[in-house]
């Protein structure tokens, strides 16, 4: 198992993993692979900075960070993905980890995690929970109604 | 006395009211102009969306905010600025009632502030509780060491 920084050549499978996890709109995932293209761009540590979970080469998950504009302190988690085939083997925790280590070497020291709290988001939820992040702030109804923000934050 | 939205011959204007009224790094004041560049080139209700207040078509403060993306019902209010030798005299008030009308004339319910706990912002967030704003989250060190963030939030 690697999780290192994303190669251009993990586009697809990246992209398809973002799909096939189910709870993500085409609008969600369209914008996962826009980012990547972003982050083939940028230079390392700015703007969007993917990573891949990989078993003998094949990517079953990713994250993508970045530093949140205009701190010095913050990072932005944008996304933490597993693909359906690889749930409950540590995947997402891994790559929380590998994450936290990215968002470390940046000289950043706060995480910001913006989840829903809708049930399908409830891995997720746990994951952050485990992880010692914590809830900082409870939005009703900001991405939808009925879909309301939860704020996570991780402290480094 | 008037408020809408801002026309191109502003921008000057605007980034001097941002330089003049103390507070913003120099990095949030090239920010203004290059969020007023994008605004130029978008659609409006889309991107960045700025509104001035004037006086005798003099600029004497601006508010900047975009629907907040992958979101249906939020909006971030990114700067609301009155020139300094304007302070006192209701101009941040009137930029946020602008604010409030523009979000809800884009279909969207619920405005995201992100201020600084530093005393040279208690204006604003004096102008927050006053608006009827709910202070929503308080994350420390999120801007810098010692520079927290006050996240408020208005329900339209």
Redesign the interface.
């Known amino acids: 198992m690697t999780v290192s920084p994303s190669v251009p050549s993990e586009r697809a499978a990246i992209v398809s993993a973002a799909r096939r996890v189910g709870v993500f709109t085409e ?2 995932i369209r ?1 996962v692979g826009e980012l990547f293209d972003d982050y083939l761009r940028d230079a390392v540590g700015t703007g969007y900075n993917f990573l891949s979970y990989r078993v003998d080469n094949q990517v079953l998950g990713f994250a993508c960070w970045g530093p ?7 990072a932005d988690l944008y996304w933490i993905c597993a693909a359906p085939e690889a749930q409950g083997q540590g995947v997402g925790a891994a790559l929380f980890h590998a994450v936290e280590e990215a968002v470390r070497s940046a000289g950043r ?2 995480i ?1 995690i913006w989840t829903s709290g809708k049930p399908e988001y409830e891995s997720a939820r746990k994951l952050y929970e485990r992880t010692g992040c914590e809830l ?4 009703a ?5 009925g ?1 309301d ?1 939860l ?1 996570f ?1 991780r ?1 480094l």
Chains 1, 2 share one sequence.
């Open positions: 609008e969600e914008t949140t504009d205009l701190t010095r302190g913050a020291w706060l910001m900082s702030a409870r939005v109804d900001f991405f939808d109604h879909d923000l704020l934050t402290r």
